[in-house]
């Protein structure tokens, strides 16, 4: 699985977009681009995943490059609960994959009043 | 659906002595997973099974033992506990990623706290 990088902190206002970068320069043409977040030390929670196209779903966006060596992860109107660690995974989808994630260091978004 | 269960939810250990984690899924997953996260770091894959019947090492099996008798059912055990066992240990579950339209995130449960002194 291809190595991320992610900045270590971020601050965001409460009401305004967080936008959170990833690179992922050594990404496969197989392998997706997937976001979990943990809150507060409780389990991580899936977010939202993509191979090359922009994706939405109801928590946040994704938006992917086209040589798809970075990505941003979007959360559209942060609140204070969205405060957490961010983690950006790239991962291999298909029978060959068992699955597993390998988390890195994430990033610590703190949202502010 | 009560999703991914783990007992007990914190544990105190002395060292030497061995006890087994329990995690319990109620969403006919296929793949489970242990992982263990150390404090400001991210987690770490322990052992993952992934059906019935069979277990595989991940990146830190060393001082663990696992198994998956029951589908839903992955049991994490620490043989002779070390302070360097310390950490917070999280369970997963998910389908094979291969499964169309049965999603792709792996559902975490609340974690056990373990300290080993």
């Known amino acids: 699985d291809a190595k991320t990088t992610q900045p270590t902190s971020m601050d965001c206002a409460e009401g305004r977009a967080a936008n959170l970068p990833c690179n992922h320069s050594?990404?496969?043409?197989?392998?997706?681009v997937y976001w979990y977040r943990q809150i507060h030390s409780q389990g991580p929670q899936y977010i939202i995943h993509?191979?090359?196209n922009n994706e939405t779903n109801e928590m946040a966006s994704l938006i992917i490059t086209e040589d798809r060596k970075s990505s941003t992860l979007i959360l559209p109107h942060a609140t204070l609960r969205d405060t957490a660690v961010y983690y950006c995974?790239?991962?291999?989808?298909?029978?060959?994959?068992?699955?597993?994630?390998?988390f890195g260091q994430g990033t610590t978004l703190q949202v502010k009043p | 659906n009560a999703g991914v269960t783990q007992t007990p939810k914190f544990r105190v250990l002395k060292t030497g002595q061995s006890m087994t984690l329990l995690c319990a899924q109620d969403?006919?997953?296929?793949?489970m997973y242990w992982y263990r996260q150390d404090p400001g770091m991210g987690l770490r894959l322990i052992h993952y099974?992934?059906?019935?019947?069979?277990?595989a090492k991940g990146e830190v099996p060393d001082g663990y033992n696992v198994s998956r008798l029951k589908k839903q059912n992955f049991l994490l055990g620490l043989e002779s506990a070390a302070p360097s066992q310390t950490s917070v240990y999280f369970c997963?579950?998910?389908?094979?990623?291969?499964?169309?339209?049965?999603?792709?995130?792996?559902?975490f449960g609340p974690g056990t706290r373990l300290t080993v002194t």
């Open positions: 997963a579950s998910s389908y094979p990623l291969w499964t169309s339209g049965q999603g792709y995130e792996q559902y």
């Open positions: 969403m006919n997953h296929e793949y």
């Open positions: 993509g191979l090359k």
């Open positions: 099974s992934v059906g019935e019947g069979t277990t």
């Open positions: 050594t990404i496969s043409g197989n392998e997706y």
């Open positions: 995974i790239v991962r291999v989808y298909g029978s060959s994959n068992t699955g597993k994630l390998i």
